[in-house]
């Protein structure tokens, strides 16, 4: 009987949500497929046991499947010189490989060898003037778009050759300025501790001044729950556009997806408990992150405590530095050479 051994399996990160390919909602025909489908999808009611978290997330996860499986995901916009020229390239390859091969059967041949050489000069003169000529071209439609004062349009044919930057949080020096901060939840303490320094400062307005300052009523208007023609026009005024926010839902679904949902409007009219529940969630969300952050780091001291430490045979008998190898000590040993003369 044959044993096979599965390997253990690395643990994975969480997957990254997918961006939503809102160009597809130009179509009309699109529009009316989203708007049946959220419509099916969103009809059926809540019950009255589920919390305002619960509510959300029902809303959430169901528009965004809809809005995935309708319109699907975004295609990258990183573009290559080659992609462009793939119908060009692959004969050129292909013609490369059998000359390739043809040599390779036979090695004595000096017309196999000599073909081969000539068409790999030919094969790498080609492909260096399409990927010259597409900088160039690329170059140009960045200086028209430029030219033109068309921002968004410049900096989308810039991440199209680009392609995606990564970006990261700088770290900082803390309030005395000894000490350099590189952990994120430090950064974020050490900020709010300085818009707290610099907004709230004593006040020398005198009480009495202030006293005497004519009381305004009360708008009692601005506590009212929006109804559906408010939430209907904060809907249809959002930007298109704009990067979706955590919930990873752009604009232009939200526009699109019809009177369903405008349910938004039962959660809205329970403002004190959707804000404790958003509070509640992003402070369990922080701790988990600060927890797991905390494992990783004891993780690796026990790595690094439990590292083989340095082999006192392995000792300069200059100096008496202890290398962990002897090809580290044989290289520490030259440091100790005298200078060869001229």
């Not at 809540?46 to 029902?58: K, M, N, Y």
């Not at 000599?114 to 990927?131: C, G, H, P």
């Not at 970006?167 to 309030?175: E, I, K």
Request: hydrophobic share 30%; charged share 30%; aromatic share 4%.
């Amino acid at each position: 009987m044959c044993l096979y051994i599965q390997p253990k399996r690395r643990p994975q990160g969480q997957k990254v949500t997918k961006r939503l390919n809102v160009e597809k909602l130009k179509s009309p025909d699109v529009i009316h497929e989203l708007q049946a489908a959220i419509n099916d999808k969103l009809s059926v009611p809540l019950t009255t046991s589920d919390t305002i978290e619960d509510q959300w997330a029902h809303l959430r996860d169901s528009t965004y499947s809809i809005a995935l499986e309708i319109i699907g995901p975004k295609n990258k916009k990183h573009q290559d010189w080659f992609d462009e020229n793939d119908s060009e390239i692959q004969p050129l390859l292909e013609e490369k490989r059998q000359l390739l091969r043809a040599h390779q059967s036979d090695p004595r041949c000096v017309a196999k060898k000599a073909a081969f050489t000539n068409i790999r000069s030919k094969v790498q003169a080609r492909l260096r003037s399409m990927q010259d000529a597409w900088l160039s071209a690329k170059a140009d439609e960045i200086q028209e778009h430029a030219d033109n004062h068309d921002v968004r349009k410049f900096y989308e044919a810039l991440r199209a050759v680009y392609g995606p930057q990564s970006s990261g949080s700088s770290p900082l020096l803390s309030s005395d300025g000894t000490t350099l901060l590189n952990d994120k939840k430090q950064i974020l303490y050490r900020w709010a501790e300085h818009f707290n320094s610099v907004l709230n400062r004593p006040s020398t307005i005198n009480d009495e001044a202030i006293n005497q300052l004519r009381q305004e009523p009360i708008n009692e208007e601005l506590d009212i729950p929006p109804s559906s023609e408010e939430v209907s026009k904060a809907i249809k005024q959002l930007s298109s556009g704009k990067a979706p926010g955590p919930d990873s839902i752009p604009a232009e679904v939200y526009i699109s997806g019809g009177p369903t949902l405008l349910s938004w409007e039962s959660r809205a009219a329970e403002r004190s408990a959707w804000r404790c529940a958003i509070s509640l969630g992003a402070d369990r969300a922080e701790d988990q992150r600060a927890t797991h952050a905390q494992r990783k780091r004891e993780r690796r001291k026990e790595r690094t405590a439990g590292a083989q430490p340095a082999n006192p045979a392995f000792t300069c008998p200059e100096c008496g530095r202890v290398c962990r190898a002897r090809i580290g000590l044989i290289s520490h040993l030259r440091t100790h050479r005298p200078p060869t003369p001229n």
